[in-house]
């Protein structure tokens, strides 16, 4: 049986997120494509057992952590703005991937502009000085009847990547008091350096707020899919990013998983956006990086669905080829609504009227 923390609010979150991970086994957990059952069940159930964990001193941890180091280059050549993608029918999941991916079907989608890249830090500094919104990891959970009272202060899920790959694979995210956009990786870490970072620490309602006074949207699973499989030949739909030379095409995660991000890629953790080129309608980043919120709700066969969640797309700078390789247009996972993390963020659509 998992370890049980003893005490506080460590306690109670983490009963939280047992719950969360039982229902949604890999809302935190990478899959492998490719391997053995058993190995996928392994993995999964260190997935659980680190969700366990009580919450740890994060800040001088999460500073030491492979995966969480500041991007050395500041800034990528990208102007902000949004893109038209063309409507039609096209081919949307597949059914040679992971089970939640199927049925490959035909859908059809208006045409709509897309954010060309993630909404950064600074974009979302800007709606917080106009609008003074607080996210919600900022405000906590008090009052909500689905969390418990212990575990109602304010923080989010941070990965914390083992320094030293010995220590044993059961902390990689622990959930982190005082953790939120402004502080990715807890108290005493800040946005500096990392303005043009996507946003990180949102939820899905922190995501729509944000697309509400931008008088925009999110997008729905079949428009970013569409927007990500737009141009893109076949193979691309099941290999890793990568560009004709060859050369990384997204921020991804190499290396031996979950400790040893090599940033190979150029980066080890988030990008800023815009620095692995644009696809053929000129979006940046939109595999890789972050994961981004869709409007979509996920279900699940079989699962309860008290614990509401939406679509994630894209996967994030900790797919590896071994492990998630989530970086695929068709890929999806489900993400808590009320619970942000370290690799989720978003970006925003306009339909036409
Ligand atoms: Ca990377």
Redesign the pocket.
């Known amino acids: 049986m998992p370890r049980r923390p003893s005490v506080g609010v460590a306690a109670g979150r983490t009963r939280y997120l047992w719950r969360m991970a039982t229902r949604y086994p890999f809302v935190f957990c990478p899959a492998n494509r490719s391997a053995a059952a058993v190995r996928q069940l392994i993995g999964a159930a260190l997935c659980l057992l680190q969700l366990c964990l009580p919450a740890l001193p994060v800040a001088a941890a999460a500073q030491r952590a492979p995966g969480l180091r500041v991007a050395s280059t500041p800034t990528c050549p990208v102007s902000p703005g949004e893109v038209r993608v063309p409507g039609g029918k096209f081919t949307m999941g597949m059914d040679s991937a992971l089970p939640e991916e199927s049925p490959r079907r035909e859908v059809s989608v208006r045409e709509f502009w897309m954010d060309r890249t993630e909404v950064t830090n600074a974009q979302f500094a800007a709606f917080v000085k106009a609008t003074g919104y607080r996210t919600q990891a900022e405000r906590g959970w008090a009052g909500n009847p689905q969390v418990p009272k212990e575990l109602q202060a304010p923080g989010s899920v941070v990965f914390k990547a083992p320094a030293d790959p010995d220590v044993p694979e059961n902390s990689w995210w622990v959930f982190t008091p005082g953790a939120n956009w402004r502080h990715p990786e807890g108290p005493g870490s800040s946005l500096q350096g990392r303005l043009q970072h996507p946003v990180v620490h949102v939820t899905y309602d922190d995501a729509l707020a944000y697309a509400r006074w931008a008088g925009r949207d999110l997008p729905t699973e079949a428009e970013w899919e569409r927007a990500a499989r737009y141009g893109k030949t076949p193979g691309a739909m099941l290999e890793p990013p990568r560009n004709a030379d060859g050369t990384y095409a997204a921020?991804?995660?190499?290396g031996a998983f979950p400790s040893g991000?090599t940033?190979k890629?150029?980066?080890?953790g988030t990008?800023p956006v815009g620095c692995y080129g644009a696809d053929k309608l000129g979006l940046y980043d939109l595999l890789g990086n972050v994961w981004e919120w869709t409007r979509d709700d996920y279900r699940i066969t079989g699962q309860p669905t008290d614990e509401p969640s939406r679509v994630l797309k894209g996967g994030s700078?900790l797919c590896s080829e071994h492990f998630c390789a989530r970086y695929r247009p068709a890929a999806r996972q489900p993400g808590t609504e009320n619970l942000g993390t370290s690799h989720i963020g978003f970006r925003t659509v306009r339909r036409a009227r």
């Open positions: 921020n991804t995660f190499q991000d940033g890629d150029g980066h080890a990008s700078y």
